[in-house]
């Protein structure tokens, strides 16, 4: 079978190869992966961070169908359509047994410290796997990263039906679906983005990065948003946290552009606002997640094939992206 793979770090190093098809233990699932998202951790996985195994096979994020598997598991079955929950957890830890396996004190992300999902078969633990409806491949290669990120995201924000909620990259990969899915949370969407497409996902307005204090402002009349969302980091960090309001929540997943900040305390205590992290999401999300994505849409940029990966990583940081930029694997 076809992999991507790299012997050492370096985009330059990315190569399709030959393996042997994974073996299968009795507690996994053999996929024919279809779909993969392309994610900046895949960018940072093949460029910079230590991974293991070496050779090593990006992909955070994929979808596919189940071939084959072990003994020991009774939930599926060849044929079934599956997303990938990406991270590896021991299910006995205190975050695990709160149901908050992102945050295993044992656990780490598939693609970081296990082989990824750019291959054309993946042998994964069978509590990894969720059941998909009959979705596009790039709706369901999109919900284990993007969609989920976004979801953990609005409801760790404990975002209310009524709030204002302004996404700062609301055109990117996960932005896309906090847009979508803060609108079915019932809250006022304000994509912060030059993007204007993004009105299509549900957006109620559309302001640039640069004015959005005033426009969120006036939009408002002065109160500004509940719930802020900005995984760009430094170069919206200004305007982002200008536009929380009283009690309101600014909550970021990613620091695209930088992550050294300056935070003004007064501002934030006499407001009583509140700065939550946010990584990934929790198995049971995603299963949610899954239950609602024939609702779901992706504005897909470019898709590549695999022999285009490094490409693809390219793409990722362009200009000229517009809208999330897929790997198909299996089709
Ligand atoms: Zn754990």
């Known amino acids: 079978m076809k992999v991507v793979q790299f012997q050492e770090s370096g985009l330059d190093n990315l190569k399709v190869v030959e393996t042997e098809r994974p073996r299968l233990g009795s ?13 900046p951790i895949d960018y940072y996985v093949v460029s910079s961070i230590n991974v293991r195994p070496m050779p090593h096979v990006p ?11 072990g ?3 009774s939930d599926f079955k060849p044929g079934d359509r599956v997303a990938v929950y990406n991270r590896v957890f021991d299910g006995s830890c205190d975050m695990c047994l709160s149901s908050m396996e992102h945050l295993c ?3 780490g992300i598939m693609s970081v410290v296990t082989n990824g999902g750019w291959a054309e078969y993946v042998a994964v633990p069978g509590k990894n796997l969720v059941k998909i409806p009959e979705i596009g491949w790039e709706i369901a290669a999109s919900l284990p990263v993007s969609a989920l990120t ?22 990117g990969n ?43 402002g006036k939009l408002t ?19 982002s946290i200008g536009a929380v309001g009283r009690r309101g929540k600014w909550i970021t997943f990613g620091q695209l552009t ?26 049971k999300e995603l299963s949610e997640l899954a239950k609602l994505s024939p609702k779901l849409k992706v504005r897909v940029d470019k898709e590549y094939d695999m022999n285009d990966a490094r490409n693809a990583l390219d793409r990722l940081f362009s200009k000229q992206r517009n809208g999330r930029v897929m790997l198909r694997i299996g089709r």
Request: proline share 1%; charged share 20%; aromatic share 6%.
């Open 27 to 39: 507690h996994d699932v053999l996929l024919q992966v279809m779909e993969a998202g392309v994610n």
């Open 59 to 69: 992909g955070a994020e994929f979808a596919g169908v189940v071939v084959e598997v």
């Open 71 to 73: 003994d020991h598991v």
């Open 105 to 107: 004190r044992n656990g």
């Open 150 to 171: 976004a979801y953990h995201a609005l409801m760790s924000a404990g975002l209310r039906p009524g709030n204002v909620v302004a996404i700062f990259g609301a055109s």
């Open 174 to 216: 996960t932005g896309q679906f906090a847009v979508q899915l803060a609108k079915m949370m019932g809250a006022e969407v304000i994509a912060v983005t030059g993007k204007d497409w993004v009105r299509e996902l549900g957006a109620d307005y559309v302001v640039t990065a640069d004015k959005a204090v005033d426009e969120i």
């Open 221 to 239: 009349g002065g109160r500004m948003a509940d719930v802020v969302i900005d995984p760009l980091g430094q170069s919206t960090w200004t305007a």
């Open 258 to 283: 930088g992550g050294e900040v300056t935070l003004s305390i007064s501002k934030l205590y006499s407001s009583e606002a509140w700065i939550i992290g946010s990584t990934g999401g929790t198995r």
